[in-house]
């Protein structure tokens, strides 16, 4: 079973800071993987889709990078914002043909002025 | 296109009840999801369509639970004698399979179920 680890699970920075969320996955037979982003009781926005095939995708201050070897994806936000404050997701699907995608439990960014 | 969308938002029942929800997807996708997300966690996986096909099934998936996509278009998800455990945040994702690949996932704005 693939389980999806995200670290920290809550992360509060002042305004401007760059920074580095973790994703770490067990099972490194993935199909692609993908960072979302929750803001409270809302749905999920999809950032960046990564194939297994890549190395990394970059999407304005986001820059999102796979080392499917070591199960481990990295997301860096630059010159971050307090419109950052949300959960970050970090989703992977084992396969084209298994759609399921498994998610970690987030992390929870709060940026400050 | 206007994305994912779901109805209704929020649901407030009694235990007992039976409740449904109804997702439409994007319209050229032809695969669909549902995830149930409860606070602090990250979203479950409960079944998913590629077209009206019901392709797999979670084992969260009760007898109480079922889903349908009868013209793979719009899908529903119906929850047959609500107890309290089933109040969560029900997803709906849809994204498009093709010949060699998968689109990303995108993701409605969910329904909030709330048994009491």
């Known amino acids: 079973k693939q389980e999806v680890t995200q670290i920290p699970a809550a992360l509060s920075v002042p305004e401007g800071e760059n920074l580095v969320l973790n994703c770490s996955f067990t099972?490194?037979?993935?199909?692609?993987l993908q960072w979302f982003r929750q803001d409270p009781g809302k749905g999920l926005t999809s950032l960046l889709l990564?194939?297994?095939?890549?190395r990394e995708q970059t999407s304005g201050r986001l820059n999102a990078s796979l080392d499917k070897s070591s199960g481990r994806s990295t997301l860096y936000i630059a010159a971050s914002q307090p419109g950052d404050s949300a959960t970050y997701l970090c989703a992977v699907r084992r396969g084209s043909t298994l759609g399921r995608l498994y998610f970690g439990r987030g992390t929870q960014l709060t940026v400050w002025p | 296109d206007t994305g994912v969308s779901q109805d209704p938002r929020h649901k407030i029942t009694k235990r007992g009840q039976n409740v449904t929800f109804r997702c439409d997807p994007i319209?050229?996708?032809?695969?669909l999801y549902w995830y149930r997300q409860t606070l602090g966690q990250g979203p479950e996986f409960l079944t998913y369509?590629?077209?009206?096909?019901?392709?797999?099934k979670s084992r969260l998936l009760s007898d109480r639970f079922s889903a349908e996509r009868p013209k793979g278009s719009f899908s529903t998800l119906e929850i047959q004698r609500t107890e309290q455990g089933d109040s969560a945040m029900y997803l709906c994702?849809?994204?498009?399979?093709?010949?060699?690949?998968?689109?990303?996932?995108?993701f409605g704005q969910g329904t909030r179920l709330t048994v009491v």
């Open positions: 099972d490194s037979a993935i199909y692609n």
């Open positions: 990564i194939q297994s095939s890549q």
């Open positions: 994702a849809s994204s498009r399979r093709g010949v060699d690949r998968e689109t990303e996932a995108f």
């Open positions: 369509f590629q077209n009206e096909a019901q392709l797999e």
């Open positions: 319209s050229e996708h032809n695969r």
